[in-house]
């Protein structure tokens, strides 16, 4: 039984969801039915991912209830911007053929975010997205929007997985309220991370996998995850978190992984950043 967790605002949410990034929009609609199916609530598209009409048929067809589905989808930086936000905002409903979001981020902190931040204010006083947050936001950053913005976020999504583990991004998002929830939980499956030893031998202890060990040291810290797969089984393996817990020697050995390392997106260095507008000036080229 998935765990349910309060954000600031006082709604509930799911603490596992279903990623749909790198989901070719023509596999979505059934990968999306089958998590819904296997038991998945939580469902996190983008407007980048260009899936969210196959996300859309999957809400409409898959028999659950929408008051019992919590739909997550962002705007990216070209959607930066009062005016712009709120064009983005009424594309991805349409696209997703519903009439509120449970949870609108602003996907990456370039660009003017803070117009962004007022138009997902309105939107949210308006009854149309029940929770507002961000992605990818270092700690400098949300400081300063949460200093600057009348509504804080109730999110901020960001890559953590045993190899980044975001101490300090954790203890200030902690500090000003805003729920953490981890994308790339298994750092894609890069890096070797299904391989580390000592998850290998944590989940043998438990008899579970080193996917659910990462996925549950990730919700007894209170962070939301969101694994990826296309894979009927996976997503069950995935599910597979919520009969057990990690002891803290368990604990202790996973921290010891940590090399403050992203395996995806590091924003602190400029070469990545030059690296996200060279994907937006030609987005066949290079690949995020
Ligand atoms: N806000 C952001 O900037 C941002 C960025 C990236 C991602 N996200 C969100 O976070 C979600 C998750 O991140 P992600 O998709 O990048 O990576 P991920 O969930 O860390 O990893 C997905 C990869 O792991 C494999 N996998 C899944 N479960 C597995 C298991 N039990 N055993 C072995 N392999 C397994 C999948 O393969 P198969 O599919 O072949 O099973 C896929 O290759 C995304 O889908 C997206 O919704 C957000």
């Not at 209830?65 to 005016?83: H, N, S, V, W």
């Not at 990730?218 to 997503?235: C, F, T």
């Amino acid at each position: 039984m998935i765990e349910r967790i309060k954000l600031n605002n006082g709604i509930e949410m799911p603490m596992e969801g279903f990623g749909v990034f790198q989901i070719p929009e023509e596999d979505c609609e059934e990968a999306v039915r089958t998590a819904i199916e296997e038991g998945y609530r939580l469902i996190d598209t983008a407007s980048s991912y260009q899936n969210e009409e196959a996300v859309g048929r999957a809400i409409r067809r898959c028999g659950v209830p929408r008051e019992e589905l919590f739909i997550t989808t962002k705007a990216y930086i070209q959607q930066m911007g009062y005016e712009n936000t709120k064009e983005a905002f009424e594309g991805s409903l349409e696209k997703l053929g519903l009439e509120y979001l449970d949870l609108y981020l602003i996907h990456m902190p370039f660009g003017d975010y803070y117009g962004s931040w007022r138009a997902l204010e309105e939107l949210y006083k308006a009854g149309k997205i029940r929770a507002i947050g961000v992605c990818n936001f270092l700690p400098d950053r949300l400081l300063d929007l949460c200093y600057n913005v009348e509504i804080r976020p109730q999110i901020n999504q960001i890559e953590r997985h045993p190899h980044y583990q975001r101490k300090e991004d954790l203890e200030i998002m902690k500090e000003l309220g805003v729920q953490p929830q981890a994308w790339a939980p298994f750092a894609e499956g890069l890096k070797g991370m299904f391989g580390e030893p000592v998850l290998k031998a944590i989940a043998e202890k438990h008899g579970k996998t080193s996917a659910q060990v990462i996925l549950r040291w990730n919700v007894q810290q209170d962070v939301i995850v969101i694994p990826k797969s296309v894979h009927r089984e996976r997503m069950r393996e995935n599910l597979g978190i919520w009969d057990f817990k990690l002891d803290d020697a368990d604990m202790e050995q996973i921290a010891s992984l940590d090399k403050n390392c992203p395996s995806m997106l590091d924003t602190r260095k400029i070469s990545e950043v030059k690296r996200v507008y060279d994907y937006l000036e030609n987005p066949v080229l290079t690949s995020l």
